[in-house]
């Protein structure tokens, strides 16, 4: 069965590094999602692609993250300079898409797990 | 998106029917009840989704109320592998899919 690759798995950095995730989705799947898991809460979105569009970024901190999927396929999620607050699970998801009045559902990858030191 | 609640724990014994219920009350009639589960240190996994009529795959059962506003999951013979957070997502299917999680139900399946 197709999966949702991520990572590194598991990331250790000190606060004003950079750091960034790879997301590779199911071959096929024009939406990719980041979204952000603090500890004992459900994960947020911090942003949509749709092909190589975004789609929704209006809850990313745009002055730290950034994020990119040139080519419509893998995504690149960078955060420069991190800060202790960005400790995470940081979680991407791919789904097919829209077609006209379903939607379908999303298939997230293991995660990445950051720890700012 | 209409918001959902959802208990904060819940225990079941092995073997037997996991009952996760889910008010919704503020559904609107185009939305759709969706169900996702999260073991601990991975990412979440669908169950289950619906609209108005009961749904069953190989996962669960999901029971809608007539009237919309509550749900419930059932794992009809829970295993250790079950203990997991789930959680309810009522999902607007126009203009956005973005997936709006709470703080779902944490399912301690004991021996």
């Known amino acids: 069965e197709a999966e949702v690759a991520q990572s590194p798995r598991y990331k250790i950095t000190e606060k004003s590094q950079a750091v960034a995730f790879w997301c590779d989705p199911i071959?096929?799947?024009?939406?990719l999602y980041w979204y952000r898991q603090i500890l004992g809460q459900g994960p947020e979105l911090l942003v949509q692609?749709?092909?190589?569009?975004?789609?929704?970024d209006s809850q990313l901190p745009k002055d730290r993250f950034s994020a990119e999927r040139l080519k419509g396929v893998d995504s690149t999620l960078k955060i420069q300079p991190a800060e202790l607050g960005d400790s995470a699970m940081y979680l991407c998801?791919?789904?097919?898409?829209?077609?006209?009045?379903?939607?379908?559902?999303?298939?997230f990858g293991p995660g990445t797990r950051l720890t700012v030191t | 998106d209409a918001k959902t609640t959802q208990p904060t724990s819940m225990d079941c014994a092995e073997g037997r029917a996991a009952n996760l219920p889910c008010n919704h009350s503020?559904?609107?009639?185009?939305?759709?009840v969706y169900w996702y589960r999260q073991i601990h240190s991975q990412g979440p996994q669908y169950i289950i989704h619906g609209l108005k009529n009961n749904e069953t795959n190989e996962m669960a059962s999901l029971i809608i109320t007539e009237d919309r506003k509550s749900s419930t999951l059932i794992l009809p013979h829970a295993t250790l592998r079950d203990t997991a957070v789930y959680y309810c997502i009522v999902r607007f299917l126009y203009n956005t899919d973005k997936l709006i999680f709470g703080t779902g139900t944490r399912l301690q399946v004991f021996p």
């Open positions: 998801a791919s789904s097919p898409g829209t077609s006209g009045l379903l939607s379908y559902e999303q298939y």
């Open positions: 692609f749709q092909d190589e569009s975004v789609v929704d």
């Open positions: 503020t559904i609107s009639g185009n939305e759709y």
């Open positions: 071959s096929g799947h024009a939406t």
